[in-house]
């Protein structure tokens, strides 16, 4: 990283200067005119490449060698890199005076740029607080999880202070390194700082940010990028010192104990805690599918929210799970989420989803029963207590502010605006916000799907499809001439709806305003699932789309369509129910009533059948992780297990001679089908780490394979910025006036 010594006790050396910058390669050295601007190695790297080879643009994977010659790097670290140096340079990617990003190949330098011996500055001595960039190292494999007495040690921790520092160009946050800088100064800073919290080395961060309730650690979900394993970690705020927390492998949506001791998260359909001194986690209570959050009160009542649920309560030992909240069919009401609890235990904030404008929004309910009481006139997507007695809240992709009296359950003063496109949390992404009583506070997070990728056996990337929003779900038609997709969480409801794209001629067109498509064997029709009040009916419309529709099946049930079988016989279906959960069902096409194919106190979903209709493969949480079965279809009959290390999302090359599923690291696998009759297969192989977003159970399927089985169409990641983590240091400031 850049030394403290002054340049002019140095030998002079060949520099680079343009505008009121100067960089030495010698000492290794940024300045401003007469300030040292602090850089870590890979950023200070990444300039050198940049500034050496300006007369060219820079391929991506040019600057990753470069920057990183010994390492494996994903593009998120150059991503992170570039994000640091034009930060450092004040430069903006919109209107770059320095660092041009030029699409799908690289970055360009457009400044002016003077070469020579510069002699710096003289009669400045750099104060220690200009080196203090953060700590670099080699690339090296993610640690084992250890404890988090591991990372704090015996001595206890000095609670954090967030002070004020001389200049706001200089916002050095302990996210990778301290919690804030002071310069000696031990009075609040003036102004709101944001930072970007970075990923542990070697990882990549997956969800968004949780601040304790002591303001002393933040808790997100991360990715090792060798081993692919998703786990709870937990960051030191005053040391910048991280590890995951063992037995946490696929958590999901972390919330804090009231004594930052402990958290709360989900894995695999179940709601578990871990207490932070190394004991095992242990599960409260299963959830089901898609949770949609939890918190945690102080009298040890977790609250928490399925997919499409009222809100239920357990105590922090487990036992009887009671409901709380009890969603409303004739208010069009489709779940309650995000449960947040006042300091006193007993109320509690909720977001209620309804298709009806004047129910829908943030409500204030209490333990043991009372009406609830709505809080917005208008709906919000989110919304969150913070105990600095602010409820933050995102409507309309802007993250709000506004003070409330818990006593009176009254908001006082006007919103404040905190932040712009920012990423509501929903319970098909890892967004996250987070606000403390210290002024703390975290938004953003959560890989977001939607851009449709084709890649080949080895995930090299083929082309992207055009589409006008991020679609999920995709379905290729038989043909593979077209791929209907939908808008599973655009808020915005010219986009919302079926897409259908024409993979020849690149046309795109809305097919349906609601729903997840699924094409006919024939191509000549689309069954869907769509409803309103929590519930999904199944219908067929054609698929020319002449805005027609006929009913399939209407229960009290919400439903799910997975596949359609090669004669034309059955719809695969999922069928949820609060006491056997997510089960497998069969619609006859050619008449009588539906049949169930599994349902057990276990999740079945995501079934397919074999092209030749002598098996369905599927997933189930049977074996307390997600694991892929075959069994004979239509009947089920003897259950053979496919994925060996957990795994979903099944699928079949057109000829029935090899299965191919995604692993929980989201490693796309092979395994090869010696027999049908018997069932006889191989042993599962990879081929390539998807870069897909969230988990399998949050969407029907995250890819297609074409029928050769050579190409697979993606729900890849989209990566615009808009996802990264985001901490802000004294946010209430931005209310003052």
Same mark, same amino acid.
């Given at each position: 990283?850049g030394?403290?010594?002054?340049?002019?006790s140095?030998?002079?050396?060949?520099q680079f200067?343009f505008?009121?910058f100067?960089?030495?390669?010698? +000492?290794?050295?940024?300045?401003?005119?007469?300030?040292?601007?602090?850089?870590?190695?890979?950023?200070?790297?990444?300039?050198l490449?940049?500034?050496?080879?300006?007369?060219?643009?820079?391929e991506?994977?040019?600057?990753?060698? =470069?920057?990183?010659?010994d390492?494996?790097v994903?593009?998120?670290?150059?991503t992170?890199?570039?994000?640091?140096?034009?930060?450092a340079?004040?430069?903006h990617?919109?209107q770059p005076s320095?660092?041009?990003?030029?699409?799908?190949?690289?970055?360009?330098?457009?400044?002016?740029?003077?070469?020579?011996?510069?002699?710096?500055?003289?009669?400045?001595e750099?104060?220690?607080?200009d080196?203090?960039?953060?700590?670099?190292e080699p690339?090296r494999?993610?640690?084992?999880?250890?404890p988090?007495?591991?990372?704090?040690?015996?001595?206890?921790?000095?609670?954090?202070?967030?002070?004020?520092?001389?200049?706001?160009?200089?916002a050095?946050? =302990?996210?990778?390194?301290?919690?804030?800088?002071?310069?000696?100064?031990?009075?609040?800073?003036a102004? =709101?700082?944001?930072t970007?919290?970075t =990923?542990?080395?070697?990882?990549?961060?997956?969800?968004?940010?949780?601040?304790?309730?002591?303001?002393?650690?933040?808790a997100?979900?991360a990715?090792?990028?060798e081993?692919?394993?998703i786990?709870l970690?937990?960051?030191?705020?005053a040391?910048?010192?991280?590890?995951a927390?063992?037995?946490?492998?696929?958590?999901?949506?972390?919330f804090?104990?009231?004594?930052?001791?402990?958290?709360?998260?989900?894995a695999?359909?179940?709601?578990?805690?871990v207490?932070?001194?190394?004991?095992?986690?242990r599960?409260?209570?299963?959830?089901g599918?898609?949770? #949609?959050?939890?918190?945690? #009160?102080? #009298?040890?009542?977790i609250?928490?929210?399925?997919?499409?649920t009222?809100?239920?309560?357990?105590?922090?030992?487990?036992?009887?799970?009671?409901?709380?909240?009890?969603?409303?069919?004739?208010?069009?009401?489709?779940?309650?989420?995000?449960?947040?609890?006042?300091?006193?235990?007993k109320?509690?904030?909720?977001?209620?989803?309804?298709?009806?404008?004047?129910?829908?929004?943030t409500?204030?309910?209490?333990?043991?029963g009372?009406?609830?009481?709505r809080?917005?006139?208008?709906?919000?997507a989110?919304a969150?207590y913070?105990?600095?007695?602010h409820?933050?809240?995102?409507?309309?992709?802007?993250?709000?502010?506004?003070?409330?009296?818990?006593?009176?359950?009254?908001?006082?003063?006007?919103?404040?605006v905190?932040a712009?496109r920012?990423?509501?949390p929903?319970?098909?992404?890892?967004?996250?916000?987070?606000?403390?009583?210290?002024g703390?506070?975290t938004?953003g997070?959560?890989?977001?799907?939607?851009?449709?990728?084709?890649?080949d056996?080895?995930? +090299?990337?083929l082309?992207?499809?055009d589409s006008?929003?991020?679609l999920?779900? /995709?379905a290729?038609?038989?043909?593979?001439?077209?791929?209907?997709?939908?808008?599973?969480?655009e808020?915005?409801?010219e986009?919302q709806?079926?897409?259908?794209?024409?993979l020849?001629?690149?046309?795109?067109?809305?097919l349906l305003?609601?729903?997840?498509g699924?094409?006919?064997?024939?191509?000549?029709?689309?069954?869907?699932?769509?409803?309103?009040?929590?519930?999904?009916?199944i219908?067929?419309?054609?698929?020319?789309?002449?805005? &027609?529709?006929?009913e399939?099946?209407? +229960?009290?049930e919400?439903?799910?369509?997975?596949?359609?079988?090669?004669?034309?016989?059955?719809?695969?279906?999922i069928?949820?129910n609060? &006491?056997?959960?997510?089960?497998?069902?069969l619609?006859?096409?050619?008449?009588?009533?539906?049949v169930?194919?599994?349902r057990?106190?276990f999740?079945?979903l995501q079934?397919?059948?074999?092209?030749?209709?002598?098996?369905?493969?599927y997933?189930?949480?049977? !074996?307390?992780r997600?694991e892929?079965?075959?069994?004979?279809?239509p009947?089920?009959?003897?259950?053979y297990?496919?994925?060996?290390?957990?795994?979903g999302?099944?699928?079949?090359?057109a000829?029935?001679?090899?299965?191919?599923?995604?692993?929980?690291?989201?490693?796309?696998?092979?395994?090869?089908?010696?027999?049908?009759?018997?069932?006889r !297969?191989?042993r599962p192989v /990879?081929?390539?780490?998807?870069?897909?977003?969230?988990?399998l159970a949050?969407?029907?399927n995250?890819?297609?394979?074409?029928?050769?089985?050579?190409?697979?169409?993606?729900? !890849?990641?989209?990566?615009?910025?808009?996802?990264?983590?985001?901490?802000?240091?004294?946010?209430?400031?931005?209310?003052?006036?």
């Amino acid at each position: 990283m850049g030394t403290s010594e002054h340049p002019a006790s140095l030998e002079a050396s060949p520099q680079f200067a343009f505008g009121q910058f100067r960089v030495d390669p010698g +000492t290794r050295q940024l300045w401003c005119d007469d300030r040292l601007i602090p850089l870590n190695t890979r950023v200070f790297d990444t300039l050198l490449v940049l500034v050496k080879h300006r007369d060219r643009v820079v391929e991506k994977d040019e600057l990753m060698k =470069a920057v990183w010659p010994d390492s494996f790097v994903s593009e998120d670290s150059l991503t992170q890199s570039i994000w640091a140096l034009r930060r450092a340079l004040g430069d903006h990617s919109s209107q770059p005076s320095f660092v041009a990003t030029v699409p799908r190949r690289g970055y360009r330098f457009v400044a002016p740029v003077t070469t020579g011996t510069v002699e710096p500055a003289p009669g400045r001595e750099p104060h220690p607080s200009d080196a203090a960039a953060l700590p670099t190292e080699p690339r090296r494999p993610t640690p084992e999880p250890q404890p988090l007495a591991a990372v704090t040690g015996s001595q206890p921790l000095q609670r954090p202070r967030y002070f004020a520092w001389a200049s706001a160009a200089v916002a050095v946050l =302990a996210i990778a390194g301290m919690v804030a800088f002071n310069r000696g100064a031990a009075e609040p800073i003036a102004t =709101a700082v944001r930072t970007v919290v970075t =990923a542990p080395l070697g990882t990549s961060i997956v969800s968004g940010a949780v601040v304790s309730p002591d303001n002393l650690y933040l808790a997100f979900v991360a990715q090792d990028e060798e081993s692919g394993s998703i786990r709870l970690w937990v960051r030191v705020l005053a040391s910048g010192e991280a590890r995951a927390i063992p037995g946490t492998d696929g958590a999901a949506r972390p919330f804090w104990s009231p004594t930052s001791t402990a958290l709360g998260f989900f894995a695999n359909g179940r709601l578990r805690t871990v207490a932070l001194n190394g004991e095992a986690p242990r599960t409260v209570a299963s959830v089901g599918l898609n949770p #949609g959050g939890g918190s945690w #009160g102080i #009298g040890g009542v977790i609250l928490f929210a399925g997919s499409r649920t009222g809100l239920q309560a357990v105590d922090e030992t487990g036992g009887r799970v009671t409901a709380v909240t009890a969603l409303n069919p004739g208010r069009r009401e489709r779940a309650h989420r995000w449960p947040s609890f006042l300091p006193d235990g007993k109320q509690f904030l909720y977001t209620v989803v309804s298709n009806d404008p004047t129910r829908a929004g943030t409500y204030l309910g209490t333990l043991g029963g009372g009406v609830p009481k709505r809080l917005f006139d208008m709906p919000t997507a989110y919304a969150t207590y913070a105990a600095s007695g602010h409820i933050l809240y995102v409507r309309d992709g802007a993250l709000m502010a506004q003070r409330f009296d818990a006593e009176s359950s009254t908001l006082r003063g006007t919103p404040v605006v905190i932040a712009g496109r920012v990423t509501a949390p929903d319970f098909l992404n890892g967004a996250y916000v987070s606000g403390s009583s210290a002024g703390l506070l975290t938004y953003g997070g959560g890989w977001t799907g939607g851009k449709l990728t084709w890649v080949d056996r080895a995930g +090299t990337r083929l082309d992207d499809i055009d589409s006008p929003t991020p679609l999920h779900n /995709p379905a290729l038609s038989e043909d593979e001439r077209h791929v209907l997709a939908d808008t599973s969480g655009e808020s915005n409801p010219e986009l919302q709806g079926v897409w259908r794209i024409d993979l020849e001629r690149g046309s795109r067109n809305r097919l349906l305003r609601g729903g997840i498509g699924l094409w006919s064997p024939d191509g000549q029709q689309v069954a869907f699932a769509t409803g309103e009040g929590g519930v999904s009916d199944i219908f067929l419309t054609p698929a020319a789309g002449q805005n &027609e529709r006929k009913e399939l099946l209407r +229960t009290g049930e919400s439903k799910g369509l997975n596949d359609w079988s090669r004669d034309g016989r059955y719809l695969v279906y999922i069928s949820t129910n609060p &006491e056997t959960k997510t089960d497998l069902w069969l619609l006859p096409l050619a008449g009588g009533p539906p049949v169930p194919y599994l349902r057990t106190q276990f999740e079945e979903l995501q079934g397919q059948v074999s092209p030749d209709g002598r098996w369905l493969a599927y997933t189930s949480d049977e !074996s307390g992780r997600w694991e892929v079965y075959v069994q004979s279809f239509p009947t089920p009959g003897t259950k053979y297990v496919i994925s060996n290390q957990g795994g979903g999302e099944a699928q079949w090359r057109a000829d029935g001679r090899e299965l191919f599923y995604m692993a929980l690291d989201h490693t796309m696998m092979s395994v090869s089908v010696t027999s049908s009759a018997p069932w006889r !297969s191989g042993r599962p192989v /990879p081929l390539f780490r998807a870069l897909v977003a969230g988990d399998l159970a949050r969407y029907r399927n995250r890819y297609q394979v074409a029928a050769n089985g050579q190409r697979f169409l993606l729900d !890849s990641v989209i990566k615009d910025g808009s996802q990264d983590v985001t901490l802000v240091v004294n946010w209430q400031s931005l209310g003052r006036k």
